[in-house]
């Protein structure tokens, strides 16, 4: 969806046919007051996707800070006595040193150990959790696997909207609204408070790989009062609205949803051991597909790719396959030009026996065959120097 440029009252461009299906974010009408032009869907919701130049809402993202409207990061609520327990049912992550107040970055897998979507966890209470997803309908699979589960649990989407400030000054802005105490929240922590009334979760965590917080709304008829407080107590320290950045993204390796994995993609493909516990107790869903894909050994895995060819123009809306010696072995899952890094970059899943450091590859883009190489992944700031404000 793309808005005109003629923002007067009687302009046809500005008459949008919103249907029930698709939902606007409490922030949206903000967001177009700001500059939003383009919208995609993203958990049947509309997400702002542009606010001008992208590279631009890099250089503001990685040298100030930016408010984007990520509303459409849906929570499933799980609730009840065993919500512990159904928790860990559905993710192959061990939760048992999950105390409350943190946030961990988990999987959720299917009975094939095949990816479902890769939430933040936020433990709010005891027995009180929010999934915080990426885009997929988690709250069907997970009410559905409640029905047989045997545990006690009550499973909803509460009213809750998270916005994402990001940059090296969130930090200051964050102090303006809600003074020098939330220099003590923990990176990926989270604290339940409030701002003149408005009642808010914040956690330090966000998909910038930046310094910066989520700021969880839970009263959606208070989105364009929050909206509008944060980007006047910003307007000192440059904030922009903005957007998710791809480019910054891509550069920290983090990875999309439907873009970089899916059903069909297991954790090790992604190096994502870390977040699988074969060895305990609990008999999460897939836990018997991941002991046999540990054991068997995987055929493919993802990569980072070094693109030699003239700078791209935006990120990828497709696949583009790879190619070793003619053949066919894999895809590009997710590209774009870093401007800071001066180069092309690229997640690929490829097979394994092409995966080494320095391989050289070809990819076929939209534009031809490109030269690639295999190098490190994450491409920028491997150590999180600046998700941990160093």
């Known amino acids: 969806m793309t808005i005109s440029d003629d923002h007067s009252p009687n302009s046809n461009a500005r008459r949008f046919g919103f249907g029930t299906q698709i939902r606007k974010s409490p922030y949206f009408d903000a967001t177009v007051r700001w500059g939003a032009r383009d919208f995609s869907v993203y958990n049947h919701m509309y997400i702002p996707r ?4 992208p590279e631009q809402n890099f250089w503001n993202l990685i040298n100030t800070a930016t408010l984007s409207d990520v509303a459409v990061e849906r929570q499933v609520e799980i609730t009840g006595p065993d919500a512990t327990k159904f928790v860990q049912l559905l993710t192959p992550r061990n939760l048992e040193k999950c105390a409350v ?4 970055y988990v999987l959720i897998t299917n009975q094939d150990g095949g990816i479902l979507n890769d939430p933040v966890l936020l433990r709010l209470a005891e027995n009180h959790y929010w999934i915080s997803l990426a885009d997929s309908d988690v709250l069907m699979w997970a009410q559905g696997v409640a029905v047989h589960s045997g545990l006690e649990v009550t499973i909803d989407e509460p009213d809750v909207s998270p916005v994402q400030l990001q940059g090296p000054k969130s930090k200051e802005i964050m102090e303006v609204l809600f003074g020098d ?3 003590n929240l923990r990176y990926f922590w989270l604290i339940e408070t409030q701002l003149d009334g408005i009642p808010l979760v914040i956690s330090r965590t966000g ?3 930046e310094l910066g917080y989520e700021i969880y709304l839970r009263d959606g008829s208070k989105g364009e009062l929050l909206w509008e407080r944060i ?3 910003g307007k000192a320290f440059g904030i922009q609205p903005g957007h998710t950045s791809a480019i910054r993204r891509i550069e920290a390796g983090m990875l999309s949803y439907h873009a970089d994995m899916d059903r069909y993609t297991n954790p090790f493909e992604l190096g994502l051991e ?3 516990d074969l060895s305990m107790s609990a008999d999460f869903i897939g836990k018997t597909a991941l002991q046999k894909i540990a054991k068997e050994g995987i055929r493919r895995t993802q990569v980072g790719l070094e693109l030699l060819s003239e700078p791209l123009q935006g990120a990828n809306n497709e696949f583009w396959y790879v190619y070793a010696n003619g053949e066919k072995i894999g895809k590009v899952t997710s590209a774009i030009y870093s ?8 997640l690929a899943m490829i097979g394994i026996e092409h995966s080494a450091m320095s391989t050289s590859l070809s990819v076929i883009t939209n534009n031809g065959e490109v030269n ?3 190098v490190p992944i994450p491409f920028y700031d491997p150590n999180k120097e600046k998700v941990l404000g160093k």
């Open 50 to 53: 542009d606010f001008g130049d």
């Open 231 to 233: 980007m006047e107590a």
């Open 372 to 374: 690639a190489t295999v």
């Open 274 to 276: 870390r977040l699988v």
């Open 207 to 209: 998909w910038s790989n």
């Open 181 to 183: 105490s939330i220099n």
């Open 339 to 346: 401007p800071r890094l001066k180069k092309n970059i690229a």
């Open 101 to 104: 107040g943190q946030c961990k």
